[in-house]
Each structure stands twice: as structure tokens, then as C-alpha cells.
Nanobody
Framework: VQLVESGGGSVQAGGSLRLSCAAS????????MGWFRQAPGKEREGVATIYTGTGSTDYTDSVKERFTISRDGAKKVVYLQIDSLKPEDTAMYSC???????????????????WGQGTQVTVS
């Protein structure tokens, strides 16, 4: 299984970005995909999950008003739309995947076996 993120970049506060996570090599029809971020000097933070089988989503409270996770099942791509970007959103954003329904805890990184390399988001 390979996960490849894209869509990061440098943007001004108030702008928007759409991050993509393309999955390949997955034999399961449904899986949990999560987005995490890690800022310099801070712990990794889970921000959103989606279960591709049902489209069910979940968010950590601090981002649910501005972040939207979605999927394109045919393309096996999961997106993270980030609106009203703030400097504190600056981080490396990574996606993760596991062939089980998502944990109730969006922050639970231990549920995932597969991780991408990440895409950098910088907000100034």
C-alpha cells in the first residue's frame, strides 16, 4: 500500500488549500483514512477521518469548522479541504490508512499501518 500526499504549499492567512492523498495497492474495498498534522516542536495531531465504505467523517474539535474531509472512491483519493487558514495550521500534513472502520478517537494514530510521507502547509 502506498499513500502519496499532495496539495500543500505556502499561503496567506485566510486562504484555502485542498490536500490530496492518493492510495494505491489497496485490495480492500473500504478503509479508514485519517489526516494528521505535526508542527515543529509539537506532537502529531489527528484532525480528520473518513471511512470510505460509508463516507462517515469525524473531526477533532479544533478544526471542524474549517476542515472538510472527502473521498473520490473511483480514484481512491481522499481530500482535506482547509479553509480560513491560520498561521497555527502550519504543519506537515500526512495521511494514513487502515482496512478497518475508523476508531472513535480521531487522534488515534495507532490504528493505522500505512502512512504517507506528508505535504507541508505553511501559512503566513
Amino acid at each position: 500500500v502506498q499513500l502519496v500526499e499532495s496539495g500543500g504549499g505556502s499561503v496567506q492567512a485566510g486562504g484555502s488549500l485542498r490536500l490530496s492523498c492518493a492510495a494505491s495497492g489497496y485490495t480492500y474495498s473500504s478503509y479508514c483514512m485519517g489526516w494528521f498534522r505535526q508542527a515543529p516542536g509539537k506532537e502529531r495531531e489527528g484532525v480528520a477521518t473518513i471511512y470510505t465504505g460509508t463516507g462517515s467523517t469525524d473531526y477533532t474539535d479544533s478544526v471542524k469548522e474549517r476542515f472538510t474531509i472527502s473521498r473520490d472512491g473511483a480514484k481512491k483519493v481522499v481530500y482535506l479541504q482547509i479553509d480560513s487558514l491560520k498561521p497555527e495550521d502550519t504543519a506537515m500534513y500526512s495521511c494514513a490508512a487502515e482496512s478497518t472502520p475508523c476508531s472513535y478517537d480521531v487522534r488515534d494514530a495507532n490504528q493505522y499501518k500505512h502512512w504517507g510521507q506528508g505535504t507541508q502547509v505553511t501559512v503566513s
